[in-house]
Each structure stands twice: as C-alpha cells, then as structure tokens.
C-alpha cells in the first residue's frame, strides 16, 4: 500500500511498532477473537490516537490499516473499517485524560481476568510483581464499557498509575511507549500467571511467599532507576527482530 503523504514519519514508525504489538500480541495467546485494544497516540497531533480495525484479528492489523481516531471516536481517515465503541470509552478517555499515556493495552487474558477476580490482586510475589507494586489502579465491574461516565470513573481509578485491574474483566497498561507498554502488560502477565499457580499449588496447606512491603519498595526502587532507561527501551527492539524473522507483513 502506498502510504498516503498526510502520514508523517513520525506517525509510520508508531503504526509500525502499534501494529508489532498486535501481532506479538497474538503470538502470546493475549488475543481474545476480534475484541480488546491497543491504542497509540499519534506525534504532534493532540487528542488523536490508533487502534486496530473492528472485525478484524490481532495478526491481521498491520501499520497501514489501523483506524486514526480522535478521543471522541470519530474517523479521522479514509478507512473502510469501523472501530468498536468500547474503544472509546477506555482508550479515548485514558488519552484525552493521560497525554503521557501515548499507548493504552488492554487485554482479557486468561491470567489477567483470574486475576481480576483476586479481591487482593496482584501481590509482591515476584520480581515481575514488583515492577508494577503500588503502581496498579482498580476499577470495579460496571458491565460493557460503553458510556463517558464509566469511562470518567475509569481514569480517575487509573490515576497516575502505570495501570488498573479491571475486576471481573480484564487488564490494562499505559506508557510512554508502544514498548513500555507492552513490556508493562509482560510482566503482569508473567506475574499474574506465577501468583495463581503458586496460589493453586498452595491452596488448603499455606500462605503463598510474598515479599515485605520495605523489600517490594526497594525493588520497585531498583526496576525504575533513574528515570534514563523505560520498560522495553532494550527488550523492543528484541522483539521486532523476533517479529521481523517470523513474518515482517505488519509494517507494510
């Protein structure tokens, strides 16, 4: 396809790296059929963000055929696909709400919706537990995310956060990045996963082992360090060549 001239650069390297997220997405089992999104704001246009064409799969998105919209879900380009209003009382809200928030992840995965049914959530279980250790909002059940608002109630539960359990739902992320937040929702899962096995293992025998309060702050401390280097500024690139080896048709 060729690309119309209106694209930036700057907007065609973030449809590229958006719809990598799509297809390693898919590639981890985090898709759920045609439904859940990961959004992106597009550079130097405020109120104005990405998201994957509604009906179609996470590995059939590539740069060329995600749907830019702006915070109200109106169509901001010729595109013959239509988005999913659910997208826009999640995602819209959160960008127009989090303009540092430039990609919003939100998944139903197997883990991250046992998880949201844990009144305790996510604990200090493990070092990927502690990344995001006081760092993830609630947000209670209301039904179909469909109305301004839910989704008004759903950022102020975000707040400041790096992301929220939605209970009896799903998952969500926010970051700089389209690579922050990819490796933000890889460690919820890997922590999420990790939590409920252990807690299945131990079920009617113990308490699962969990980090001190002082311990989860000091590793969280660690994680962040100071401030030079974000989630997936080393693993993205990683990811995109095990992409590229495997089937390079998302960016075109």
């Known amino acids: 396809m060729v690309v119309s001239p209106a694209v930036s650069p700057q907007e065609w390297a973030v449809r590229r790296d958006l719809a990598a997220a799509y297809r390693l997405a898919a ?3 985090w ?3 045609i439904y859940t999104h990961i959004s992106a ?3 130097g246009e405020p109120g104005v963000y990405l998201i994957n064409p509604y009906g179609l799969l996470f590995d059939e998105v590539c ?3 995600l749907v830019k919209v702006d915070v109200s879900g109106r169509k901001l380009c ?3 696909h239509p988005v999913n209003p659910t997208g826009f009382a999640i995602h819209g809200a959160i960008h127009a709400a989090r303009p540092d928030a430039a990609c919003v992840l939100h998944l139903h995965t197997p883990w991250g919706m046992a998880l949201s049914m844990v009144p305790g959530g996510l604990l200090p279980t493990t070092q990927h537990a502690m990344r995001l250790w006081g760092r993830l909002g609630r947000h209670a059940y209301e039904g179909l995310a469909l109305t301004p608002a839910e989704g008004e109630r759903l950022v102020c539960n975000l707040g400041a956060n790096d992301g929220l359990i939605l209970e009896n739902h799903g998952t969500l992320t926010v970051g700089a990045t389209v690579a922050e ?3 933000l ?3 919820l899962e890997r922590a999420a996963q990790a939590q409920l096995r252990a807690m299945a293992a131990c079920a009617g025998r113990a308490e699962v082992l969990q980090a001190s309060p002082a311990t989860a702050d000091r590793t969280l401390a660690q994680w962040l360090g100071d401030g030079s280097e974000r989630d997936g500024d080393s693993e993205w690139p990683a990811l995109r060549r095990r992409l590229d080896k495997m089937d390079c048709s998302y960016q075109r």
Do not use: E, F, I
């Open 185 to 187: 929702m890889h460690r």
């Open 41 to 43: 704001a597009v550079p």
């Open 31 to 33: 898709d759920d059929t």
């Open 78 to 80: 010729d595109s013959p």
């Open 27 to 29: 590639l981890n089992g």
């Open 181 to 183: 937040a990819y490796m």
């Open 63 to 65: 740069a060329s055929n």
